[in-house]
């Protein structure tokens, strides 16, 4: 739980970009101490300090272990494919895990955000065959035959998605928490039968909630991409 | 979370096989039971991952009604042309309940066994007679404000929070079920049941029971069905109050009703006094009013919800007033 918490106003990392890899994180650890790389790897350590309770959290500070299967599977683990951002992971977990603590926990793709954790805020929102749903509220073995997609195959830093970018333009966010959840929504808006007024978009993305209050910002920055596609 | 185990089956009897009994769960879009097992709420000991079952079809049946399967998911349902067409009603109830990212993972059958949202059920740390039975009921005396005021019992007042199943009551749909017995079908308004002095059992389910689906009938001619919700706020809210109604008119008078209430009973409730109250009847204000206060006559409110017996009335007699307005 402490790293979900040092992460909270992470806002860089939210605008969909990939995790460092572990050999930038070295290198930014050896030279410059960036706040990403020095956080992740105090959250790595404060987890391996403690007895993990859920071998999904186990198995975050072990890279090798991402995307390969384990040699022996651990007792109650349960074998799973997961398709994500049109990348196949063989991973053994615990069926407990949810989607989101597998995205985050298991594939370090931390760009999705746990909120409420009970489906309330929408900021774990990520496409399962193209639809937008609470990863949060469902168990990442239940997901074998589906392609998942979340922020970070949305776009990246350096080939924006549409979506992402008008987010900055129209500074639709402001710590960036509900941000990755957001953008996620708003993407799928573009395919939904929504109307074309900004009260529908209203409707239609208020599943995503955002405390820093920016909505006004967020209907503007899909109302924009909505009109240009 | 307790530990489970995990099974993944891929027909209605490899699933109904792989049920174990009392302590183990189906589970399709998980947004429910996933919550609740989150809060200790629910603890199954096996866990049935039924979406790979090929029950997601919404198929017209050969007299003209349309068969739901149970993994439809809610968006699915709400923007089905002929749901859109032909069941307005089940399609404006689903759009006003929970969200977008919900709506596209909730099953149909799913949503039919939705839990309550009473605070105390939700919590482990207060007595609830509907989660422990025995252990007593917390809401009675405290807090009620959004709890059951038509078919409580001294043990339960808990309400149910659906608003696909309002509608679905309203319509009279069947429900199929296959169980360990063989397949039987039972009519919405015999699926659920009154607390009593066993809140722990809802519906007629038993052990191993699996939904396969929900058949609509025909829709009739010249028959107009709408669903109004009311909410503390005008979106992500369960109902504080809410009807579904078809009404079909001939001249100034009315010919065929179906109500069902929302927010304000222990189940789904259909209002068989509302209806006698308005067939046969004027279209008029006084007729509308009549039959909310026969639907409301036997509600028992608690000490922070006396506000809905009003509200579920004024709830009714609107809805009425717009499905016999003039297009």
Redesign the interface.
Known sequence: MAKEIITLDDKEESMATDPASPAEQDRSLLGRVSRRSFLSHLGAAGIAATTAPVLASAATFTPSAIQEPATEAAP?T?PISLNVNGQTHKLRL???T?LLDCLRENLNLSGTKKGC???QC?AC?VH?NG????S????A??H??DQITTIEGIGQPDHLHPMQAAFIEHDGYQCGYCTSGQIM?AV?VLK??VGPTDDDVK??M??NICRCGAYPNIVAAVQQVRHQS | MQTFQFTRATTPDQAIQAHAGATARYVAGGTNLVDMMKLDVEQPTSLIDINELSLSAITPTPTGGLHIGALSRNSEVAHHPIVLRDYPVLSQAILSGASPQLRNMASTAGNLLQRTRCVYFRDTAFPCNKREPGSGCSAIDGFNRNLAILGTSKDCIASNPSDQNVALTALEATIHIQGKSGSREVPIHSFYVVPGNTPHIETVLQPGDLITGVTLPPPRPSVRSLYLKLRDREAYEFALASAAVQLGTQGNRITFARVALGGVGTKPWRSLEAEHALEGRPVDLATFRHAAQEALRSARPQSENAFKVDLSQRCLVRALTLATKSA
């Open positions: 109650g349960v615990d069926p407990r949810t954790d009970h489906g929408g929102t399962v639809r937008r749903v609470n949060c509220l469902s168990f073995v239940m074998p035959n929504s799928a939904e039968p409707q239609a208020y599943g």
